[in-house]
C-alpha cells in the first residue's frame, strides 16, 4: 500500500498553487464593498469546494504514525489519526475521522506538511479529553505547513498553529465539550498561541464558530500572545461568524498584523462575535494594517481607536 512509511512514490494530481501575499486574490465573487447574503453567494469556500475529489479506499489507521520522509497519503478514507515524525509528508484527496487528540498532528523539528483537498473530523463524545477531540490540524513543527481545501469540522480548535498557509478551508460544526479539567473546553476555528518563527496566512477561508460563549465558544481567529508576541500574520478575504469575538488580533506587543477585506458575519450574532466583531487589536503596532473589513450587509468593521482590550 502506498503512504504511511512505505515510501511508495504517488503522482500528485495538479493543484493550484495558494497565494501566499499581497492584495486578496480569491477565487470567488468577493465584491469590493456591499453585502454578501452567505458565504457562498460571494465564492467563499464551502461543502461543494473542499474535501476529497476522488473515491476513497477504507483504512481503518487507529493512531498511525509516519516516519518517512516524503511520504504521501492519498485517497484513505481513515479511521484513525495521523501523527507525523517526518519531513515533506502530504496527505492529498482523503478523509480523516479521529477519535484522537488531533486529526493531524506534526511533531517538533519535522518540518513540510501538506494537507490539501481532505476532510478532517471526529466523532462527538469519543474523544480522549473527556469526551472531547482538541485539534484538527496542529503544527508543532518549527516552520511553515499548507493547510488548502480541506473541510474540517468537531474540533474545537480545528487549525492549531502559529506558522502555516491556511487557504480555502471550510471550518465548520465545532462541538463544544467539557475537558479533562472540568471546564468548557475553548473553541476557535483557527488559533495561534504567537510565537511564530515563520508566517502565519490565512487566507480565504470560511471560519465558522457556532458554539456558545456560555458554552467555550471563543473565536473564529484567535491570534493571542500566549507563548510570545504575535507577529507577521495576514488575514486576507475570509468569512468569520462566531466566538466571543469574531477575531482576536494579537494583543499589545503584535505587529505586522495585516487584516483585510474580510466579511465578519452575523449569522450566530449581530456584531459577528458575541461581544463583537474584534478584540486586542494593537492599532499602533508597527506594520499592523487594518484595511477593507466589513459586516455581511455592508458595514465597515473598524476597531475602537488605540484599543487592545476586550
Known amino acids: 500500500m502506498p503512504g504511511a512509511g512505505s515510501g511508495t512514490p504517488v503522482p500528485l494530481p495538479t493543484v493550484r498553487p495558494p497565494t501566499t501575499g499581497g492584495a486578496s486574490t480569491g477565487t470567488g465573487k468577493f465584491p469590493a464593498s456591499g453585502p454578501c447574503a452567505s458565504p457562498a453567494a460571494c465564492g467563499f469556500p464551502g461543502a461543494t469546494t473542499t474535501g476529497p475529489r476522488i473515491a476513497l479506499k477504507p483504512h481503518n489507521t487507529g493512531a498511525l504514525s509516519i516516519t518517512k520522509d516524503g511520504t504521501v497519503i492519498r485517497g484513505w478514507d481513515i479511521t484513525g489519526s495521523l501523527d507525523i515524525y517526518a519531513n515533506n509528508v502530504t496527505i492529498i484527496d482523503s478523509r480523516i475521522t479521529s477519535t484522537n487528540w488531533w486529526g493531524i498532528n506534526l511533531r517538533p523539528k519535522f518540518s513540510g506538511l501538506r494537507v490539501l483537498h481532505s476532510t478532517i473530523t471526529g466523532i462527538p463524545g469519543k474523544g480522549p479529553d473527556n469526551g ?20 474540517i469540522s468537531v474540533f474545537s480548535n480545528s487549525l492549531s498553529m502559529g506558522q502555516g498557509n491556511l487557504h480555502d478551508n471550510y471550518v465548520h460544526d465545532l462541538v463544544p465539550f467539557i475537558n479533562s479539567s472540568g471546564q468548557w473546553a475553548h473553541t476557535d476555528a483557527v488559533i495561534s498561541d504567537g510565537a511564530g518563527s515563520a508566517p502565519l496566512i490565512i487566507r480565504h477561508n470560511t471560519l465558522l ?26 488575514v486576507d478575504n475570509n468569512w468569520l461568524a462566531g466566538g466571543a469575538y469574531a477575531l482576536y488580533g494579537g494583543g499589545a506587543g503584535a505587529k505586522g498584523i495585516q487584516v483585510i477585506n474580510n ?17 486586542h487589536w494593537n492599532t499602533g503596532g508597527s506594520g ?12 465597515p468593521v473598524v476597531p475602537a481607536a488605540g484599543t487592545t482590550g476586550g
Open 263 to 279: 466579511v465578519f458575519s452575523s449569522e450566530y450574532h449581530p456584531g459577528s462575535g458575541h461581544y463583537g466583531a474584534v478584540a
Open 132 to 151: 472531547g477531540e482538541d485539534y484538527g490540524v496542529a503544527n508543532m513543527g518549527g516552520s511553515s505547513i499548507e493547510v488548502g481545501w480541506c473541510d
Open 288 to 299: 499592523n494594517v487594518w484595511s477593507g473589513n466589513r459586516m455581511s450587509n455592508g458595514t
Open 209 to 234: 464558530n457556532p458554539v456558545g460563549v456560555e458554552k467555550g465558544g471563543t473565536a473564529s481567529i484567535g491570534l493571542y500572545d500566549d507563548t510570545g508576541a504575535v507577529l507577521t500574520t495576514v
